[in-house]
């Protein structure tokens, strides 16, 4: 009985060092798992996976784009001088056929000229309307006859003929399509407003030239900039030439 204890408990060591030694008699290290570190607890916050936006890329200081360099823009110097010219001859030239009539109506002549200022409103239209556009003019001993072609615009041309408020000139209707101006030489007082009239007219026309040399100057680049003193030069120019004119058409009130 007690060898057959002895036996058992010898078994039991034998097992146990197998165990230890492992199954091909070498010593059986376990290595352990690197740690994972701390459990990361859960939360319902998604992981942003978006990538981070990369600034753009700042030129080098001291470097200036062509685009960006005023030196490569090209002006068509000799094209705008032209058309600034252009823009302050037409100006000139409506002030002249203006003051031209004005003289001619303080000396009591009549022409039909005398009327190519006023302008007319029409219903159907955008903006106004010359009147020898809608109508004609004709003079039959020192007395204007407006013709207008559409009775329906007739109401239109009497209003714009009462407006232009021209001295000395009372407007009549005729019949349906017809009105008469009857014209007897100025007063005093007449060719005094006549001649306040002209000075408007080159007012308004001086105007025109200076807004024609802004426009000018701009389109070369500015004050400074080369085509700058031609554009003010044409300026001088038309804006003597205006006064001159004013000055010429005082003197023929005189007379």
């Not at 036996?7 to 290595?31: E, K, W, Y």
């Not at 009539?101 to 007319?120: T, Y």
């Amino acid at each position: 009985m007690q060898r057959t204890i002895i036996r058992a408990c010898q078994s039991a060591v034998r097992s146990a060092d197998i165990g230890r030694t492992g199954a091909f008699g070498g010593s059986l290290h376990l290595t352990p798992l690197p740690s994972a570190g701390p459990s990361r607890l859960f939360s319902s916050t998604p992981i942003s996976l978006k990538k981070a936006k990369l600034a753009p890329a700042k030129p080098s200081k001291g470097k200036v784009r062509a685009e960006d360099d005023p030196s490569e823009t090209d002006v068509d110097t000799e094209g705008v001088l032209a058309k600034t010219r252009e823009k302050m001859e037409k100006a000139v030239s409506w002030a002249k056929g203006l003051v031209y009539d004005g003289v001619e109506r303080g000396r009591g002549k009549v022409s039909p000229a005398l009327l190519d200022s006023v302008r007319v409103q029409l219903p159907d239209e955008p903006s106004a309307q010359t009147l020898n556009s809608i109508a004609s003019v004709t003079v039959k001993q020192n007395t204007l006859f407006v013709e207008v072609w559409d009775p329906d615009a007739m109401k239109h041309v009497e209003s714009a003929l009462h407006k232009a408020n021209m001295p000395g000139m009372s407007p009549q209707r005729v019949d349906q399509s017809t009105i008469k101006i009857p014209l007897s030489r100025p007063t005093v007082e007449q060719r005094t407003q006549i001649l306040r009239n002209l000075n408007a007219t080159i007012e308004g026309s001086k105007q025109q030239v200076r807004t024609a040399r802004s426009d000018g100057i701009k389109l070369v680049g500015g004050k400074g900039a080369q085509g700058a003193d031609d554009v003010q030069e044409l300026a001088n120019e038309y804006g003597k030439e205006l006064d001159d004119l004013l000055a010429q058409a005082k003197k023929e009130f005189e007379k």
